[in-house]
């Protein structure tokens, strides 16, 4: 099975300025027939359900602001996001659909410092 | 829009049954697949399993095995996911959600978008 990996566990960053979640998996989700990466990105808000932000790494689903970015291959990824706003405050999660079970980083909690 | 909505909150006693169920619409239901995921109350996210609704199969996650089965309806546009046997450690947040397109051919796009709202599943004495 994939493991996934996240990193910081929690990070506190000041309105408008950068952040960045980091991912890393057990192994690569490279898929060398297509070169696509299969990972996404979600975001989870309390009270709510997850609500995805990117796949294949790095495709910025319809409708998610452009200062959402996702960008790496093989095993290490990263979600940036470039100016943080208040309505970012949520919990992050990656996850590798390369294989199954499709599984899950633990989660890194982002808040405003 | 496509949209997903599930059944209502339950509460069980250890060793029960439970069925959540996961109505679809706005899409083509035997099109895609239809994945399950679990939240424990403060914690990360599970992946549990993943059905292909054109054909049937499954996938379950290792640790669910045997006490899990996802099924669906397609007359109704409707997914299910029975979970036997149930213990204090299975009280969390169940979720729906689409998977990937599997017909007419699977493309490997199994991230999960949209969800469903969720339910709360509660296993108490």
Redesign the interface.
């Known amino acids: 099975?994939i493991v996934m990996t996240q990193s910081p566990d929690s990070l506190a960053v000041s309105l408008g300025e950068r952040a960045t979640i980091n991912c890393k998996s057990s192994q690569s989700v490279l898929?060398s027939s297509n070169n696509?990466n299969?990972l996404?990105w979600?975001q989870?808000k309390p009270g709510q359900?997850?609500?995805?932000l990117l796949?294949w790494a790095s495709t910025r689903?319809s409708g998610v602001p452009d200062r959402f970015s996702g960008s790496g291959s093989g095993t290490d990824f990263t979600l940036t996001i470039s100016s943080l706003q208040a309505e970012d405050v949520a919990?992050y999660?990656c996850?590798q659909?390369y294989s199954?079970?499709?599984?899950?980083?633990?989660?890194t909690n982002l808040e405003i410092k | 829009q496509v949209q997903l909505v599930q059944s209502g909150a339950e509460v069980k006693k250890p060793g029960a049954s439970v069925k959540v169920s996961c109505m679809a619409s706005g899409y083509t239901f035997n099109s895609y697949g239809i994945?399950w995921?679990r939240q424990a109350p403060g914690q990360?996210?599970?992946?549990m399993?993943?059905i292909n609704v054109y054909n049937g199969n499954t996938?379950y996650?290792?640790k669910l095995q045997g006490r899990v089965t996802m099924t669906t309806d397609t007359s109704t546009s409707t997914a299910y996911m029975e979970l036997r046997s149930l213990r204090s450690d299975d009280t969390a947040m169940y979720?729906c959600?689409r998977g990937?397109v599997v017909f007419p051919t699977a493309v490997?796009?199994?991230?999960?978008?949209?969800?469903?709202?969720?339910t709360l599943v509660t296993v108490s004495s």
């Open positions: 099975d898929y696509k299969y996404a979600y989870q359900p997850p609500k995805l796949y689903e919990v999660y996850q659909y199954t079970p499709y599984s899950f980083g633990q989660g | 994945t995921v990360g996210l599970e992946w399993g993943w996938h996650a290792r979720y959600g990937g490997g796009n199994n991230w999960v978008d949209p969800w469903g709202q969720g």
